[in-house]
């Protein structure tokens, strides 16, 4: 945490997750970064719109991740994913199927680094799938065969602090932490992977504009050194289901004026991995 003045700066990294799901997402993740308001994009690698849109998000000055996906079958004549319900309760159960699991494993991370010639900076989960049981480890084991020593950053799903944020979001704050997070600190502990230190930006997806906006300025009133903000936007969606309106919200509030106001006010960097304690 560095001091500048009498104002302790706080680094927080804002990650925009769902690049490559379409066309309308990936043009606000690239919009964003241009305006330094996101330093780190997830990428769906299979989705529809991931190879087109690759080549200009890599031009962007901030972290490209893995955004695993066990979970949403991205697009007609793709593969069939089973809900996150049945992914967890499997999972649980021991009876989630390693060997699929690695098969989806190795053709993302393919993809990745075809469209990047690298690897990816971190690592987490479309729907936080990353943290389950068999997933996890499934994945570290990846990871060391892929990377060796240098592996990527693993996003940390433990909840940040929840002054002032609503029962309904801290409850499922809770709950997304509660399925995996100590776990995975753990393993990423042993096995010396870097993670960031809590994650912010839990919530029910509704409520437009003035409520993301109240529930923004709580998460970078509450945000410590080293947490990251998580974030859905999309830019001129046409889709009309109450998800993609409330992309196109998130979009407006991260992209006005008065984010960088509050960023001010709360002494929030945006910031790269690298400069998140670890």
């Known amino acids: 945490m560095e001091v500048r003045g009498e104002f302790l700066i706080k680094n927080v990294i804002v990650c925009g997750d769902d690049f490559g799901m379409n066309a309308d997402i990936d043009e606000a993740m690239i919009s964003l970064a241009g305006l330094g308001r996101m330093s780190a994009v997830s990428c769906l690698t299979l989705g529809p719109t991931f190879q087109a849109n690759a080549a200009r998000l890599a031009m962007c000055d901030i972290d490209l991740g893995l955004h695993l996906n066990l979970t949403e079958t991205l697009s007609d004549g793709a593969e069939i994913m089973p809900p996150l319900s049945r992914l967890i309760m499997r999972a649980y159960a021991g009876r989630l199927d390693a060997a699929w699991v690695d098969a989806q494993l190795e053709r993302q991370f393919d993809a990745f680094e075809a469209a990047f010639g690298r690897m990816p900076d971190y690592v987490d989960g479309h729907q936080h799938v990353h943290q389950l049981p068999v997933v996890r480890q499934r994945l570290l084991a990846l990871l060391k065969r892929r990377y060796g020593a240098r592996m990527p950053w693993l996003r940390q799903t433990a909840p940040g ?116 304690p670890h």
Not at 168 to 193: N, P
Not at 265 to 271: D, E, H, P
């Open 161 to 276: 602090v929840l002054s002032g944020i609503p029962l309904k979001e801290s409850f499922k704050a809770r709950v997304i932490g509660a399925l995996g997070a100590a776990a995975l600190g753990r393993d990423a502990a042993r096995d010396g992977l870097r993670t960031n230190r809590r994650m912010l930006g839990v919530y029910g997806f509704e409520g437009g504009k003035r409520h993301y906006a109240e529930l923004l300025q709580n998460w970078l009133f509450n945000a410590c050194d080293g947490d990251l903000l998580m974030c859905h936007p999309a830019k001129d969606s046409s889709g009309d289901c109450a998800m993609s309106r409330q992309r196109r919200a998130e979009y407006e509030v991260l992209a006005c004026p008065k984010m960088g106001e509050w960023l001010r006010t709360n002494g929030v960097r945006i910031a790269r991995l690298d400069a998140a």
